[in-house]
């Protein structure tokens, strides 16, 4: 299953929407601020999934590893 929340790119900046919850959306300005916010929308209102907190945790792995030496 793919995450409920969505995140909209514009040149202005992201939308952020949950297609289980219509009447919530959010708007930030950068990629960091809009990951942040679904996931505290992600744990305050759908606490049994967990899409987007584990997103977040692959990219910050990814990023704290990609300037490590390769062996």
Excluded: N, Y
């Excluded at 929340?5 to 202005?12: A, G």
């Excluded at 305050?44 to 990609?66: F, G, N, T, W, Y």
Aim: positive net charge; proline residues 7%.
């Amino acid at each position: 299953m793919a995450s409920p929340i969505q995140l909209d790119r514009s040149p202005s900046g992201i939308v952020i929407h949950c297609t289980l919850c219509p009447w919530w959306s959010a708007f930030r300005f950068t990629q960091g601020g809009a990951e942040d916010c679904a996931c505290e929308h992600e744990e305050r209102s759908h606490p049994d999934l967990r899409h987007r907190r584990v997103a977040r945790e692959v990219r910050a792995s990814k990023a704290r590893h990609a300037g490590s030496p390769k062996k």
